[in-house]
């Protein structure tokens, strides 16, 4: 049961009206996005993003920064060229200039991180006035991993055997009785019924939610960067790399700058680049002689070695 | 166990400690605030609320505003009255001059609301990287409400009887299995135990957790005048009460005109001040005459009826 | 001459082009604003707005507000009721669901007030890269007004004759000798040349700039409200004024609530609800049994009486 | 004549006043920022910062991650260990929980690029209230630059003999001119005297203002990384290098980790950072084959070369 469909089509239906009418519009339009509007790119076992509208294209970035610098863009010879100028001298405004809402469906736990990327327009389902549906994230067995040993927010092997299906177990019992006594307390079979702001509050963070979020290309490329990341929480991760997968068809030269000066580059302290101009120069530069801790020539060393 | 103890002090010898030991500064300070410092003023059954730090006062307002308006400040005569001026007529600037912070314990659905209001700095106590506490929100008796009737997203009567405690035991009963099994997945007895960021899925949204906000004061206005609202749910309302009571202390003039200006006022429609306008000419106007809808003239009755 | 043109094309024959050219999208299309898109509208002597990018429009606010509330909304018979609650009830989140980028050409003290409201997206001409065009605002000879003299911020009555003409002269003059300074001290004709960065500083306030603004409808709502209001200085009016035509256009169910409930409502605080209340009751009320201060009692008349 | 001295007293004897009155305060005090509350420090010929309130020290970006990270903190072993893993790896909400207000005096073309970064707040002597000074800005001579000629934003030799005189001349004459006339035009001396909001206009961008600018600590470095860099304008450079000053005694553990990490350190792209492998390895890497355009493997190039 979809909580936006009005009336008496299945959402496979709705999304095929949507995508029936084209219309005439004298804006920018990005074609490799008209493919992706509406469609549901699925993540995780009942989540989605799906591209709702878009505002601009790659060339709306060059045209916005040439308003900035006027003439003076005329040495920089290729719209290619500006955008990666632009990204590599941390200009923002240009990528301000587009802007993306999606619709996505999202375990509420990873609602809770997304939500801090404050630089966006947020509307989510509420269950305040309307009621959740039955659906909780439940982990693929690949992802179903301890906790690290030697990292505090990180994770380590996979469980398998007896304690993987325990856990397996647990959540899904939970989940399912939290959504039945949620029901129970909104019932008003022979009673009055629990207010739904107050019943919500049974159901465990694996439950899922949605909302529609709107944002720039600048803050989205931020919000990538983070949860794209390797470090990031494989949940939070995989809706990222789902919107890479729009971005790189949206936005193309400006998502080849991104994957080039952000997503693949890194940042080196003073300290470090120290160590690069001594290693440069031949000496032999070790954790002890390089100034940093341990935490940090580990980073370092990470960011050198083959992956 | 306080997640912030670094040692073997208690909470309140923590707080005793740093109430204990007063610094000189050139700063301007509000001994209204001071008084309120540290201490943990209690809302909802676990939760608090506690000032941790604060910037400025209502001089300071006057201050910036003066900077803005110069010598063009000189007819209104006193400070209180430049501070209810600058409310009446929406300049917001001078009051970002001040700011709080806060450290509130809160339960998540809660907390999924107030951080809806972006203009804010928040520091959240990280299940990812640490265990959460044992402690649920469970309503009072006299806060069991039905949901409302004839209001979706409203409160009706209060449960009782049997209707209650059925509720409040599934409550109870829920969490505590939860919590049970929170523990049992992140036990590495005998076993690997589960990831900390996989296993929080499991706990439900009445769960506490904690976080440090930080807010101008102007922006917290604008949350105290949604959620100290009687619209809003109770239990943030609770904690935006116990703000004001702070806030009063902190800039007495500035929480005057706010009470005056904000929470006490109320915004009328064109339409509506058209039909003020009529009826004080002795016109006599209904729904039906006034141009509003049905439930615009419900509100508008609700504001001119004596509550 | 035109920052914007990359080749030899006039401004019209650009947008021209631009409008010649419809792309079929799946976006939702807004046909009030689509006959808008790329014109210019001018505002003042020689500044403009045109509408350069949009996204949604009023089914676009509903869509959203129907994530938002789910099936809880089906008791708001139809849009304009439901965009009508949400603008009363203060809902930010639908309306920041859609946005405009507009294309602004502006004298720089006008910019300066404009930039203020920070929640939007700016890339200005930059006058460190390029130089500025010959182009100052100077006032019609209706709006060269005299400051008020019961009020600090305000203007009086409309200069005349000689005094009028001086104002004029000197604005012109001044405006011309300090551009042909800024044009000789960037000449590199037998010398160097002053970097444009620096040359800037001698060009007085009246100067034209450009940008291209972005801003989602909650916060342009906001803008308006302030700056096409009667206490707004003439000259920032005069562009909201300008995109008050386009909204309306654009969102006309949103556009009409706006009206209805900032543009043409008033803010009423305690003290005025009170005195309302006790008007309406029969009693005699003046400002000295009123709580009010002059200034209020002046101001809440004149919210009453017919304009 | 100062704008904010409400009465006889100079601005010396305001400032020795406000230092002269230590309060107790049970709030964290940074003794290192006590020493400069209120003290102006020059910035180019007649502006100046000062620091009007603080919040917060390095103790409560530490304080602020201990909430988030619970016990997860303790394998980092000390304050400043914590507060450089923290920037490190962009943790950006403990850094936000310290604020400062300051005063700053600059010409209007230095606010303008000034007030682009959004996230602060900002109350600016109103030049529609109120009556500016006669103090502009003329560069010292060592600063008269002349425009870069590989370079469009930027500077290159520095002007000398005659065309440094005549520019000077030109500077210093035409804001002597435009000052005369906005007081002319002001004048109700025999007439009614232009609008002060109009008259400004008539004032060049080298003309001071000032305001009240509040910023959280990762806001402000993220303004210092860019305005402290050697591209950013000299005039607003000068005024991020006196904050820069005051933030070392304020934060001194945060300060040095962001001269390692953001001031003294360097972003690699992909390309770069394979192109730093490949030459660890021994290979001998060229712009040719380095897969770079001729700018990036300039920038690439300064990055390792000695300065």
Redesign the interface.
């Known amino acids: 049961m979809n ?2 469909s ?1 009336d008496a089509k299945t959402p496979e239906e709705e999304i095929a009206a ?2 029936a ?9 990005a074609p490799g996005m ?1 493919q992706h ?2 469609l549901e790119k699925p993540v995780l076992d009942h989540g989605h993003i799906r591209v709702i ?4 294209d790659d060339a ?1 970035i060059v ?11 005329k ?1 920089v010879q290729n719209d290619e ?1 500006l955008i ?2 632009l990204m ?3 200009h923002s ?2 990528f ?2 587009c ?1 993306v ?1 999606l ?1 996505v469906k999202l ?3 990873v609602a ?1 991180q997304w ?2 990327h ?2 966006a ?6 269950a ?4 959740l549906d039955r659906e909780f ?1 439940i ?1 693929a067995p690949e992802h ?5 040993s030697v990292n ?6 996979v ?1 398998t055997g007896e ?1 993987a299906d ?2 397996l177990r ?2 899904r019992d ?2 399912t ?2 959504y039945d ?1 949620y029901e ?3 019932s ?1 079979d022979g ?8 019943a ?7 439950i899922y939610t ?3 979020w ?1 944002v ?1 290309l600048h803050n989205l490329f931020h919000f990538l960067r ?1 949860r794209a990341d390797a ?1 990031a ?1 494989y949940e939070i991760r995989a809706y990222a790399e789902a919107i890479c997968e729009v971005v790189k068809d949206w936005v193309p030269l400006a998502y080849r700058a991104f ?3 952000r ?11 120290d160590c ?2 001594r ?2 120069a031949g000496e032999e530069v070790t954790q002890e002689n390089s100034g940093m ?1 341990k ?2 020539w580990r ?1 370092f060393m990470g ?2 070695l083959p992956k």
Request: aromatic share 10%; hydrophobic share 35%.
């Open positions: 909580a936006m009005d949507l995508r009418d084209p219309q005439p519009t004298l804006r920018a339009t008209e509007l509406y509208d878009y505002m601009g709306a045209q916005a920064a040439r308003v900035s610098y006027g003439k003076g863009t040495s060229g990666r100028y590599r001298h941390w405004t240009p301000e200039m802007e809402k619709h375990p509420v736990f809770r939500i801090r404050r630089t327009n947020v509307n989510e389902y509420s305040r006035y309307s009621i994230y982990p179903l991993a301890a906790q690290s505090n927010q990180g994770r380590g092997e469980l304690e325990r856990v647990l959540l939970d989940a009785r939290a006594h129970d307390m909104l008003t009673q009055q019924g629990l207010a739904r702001e107050l919500r509050m049974n159901l465990p963070a694996n949605q909302w529609y709107k720039d983070l470090h929480q994957e080039d000066y997503l693949g580059g890194a940042q080196l302290s003073a300290k470090a680049l690069v101009k290693m440069l801790s935490g940090e980073e960011v050198f």
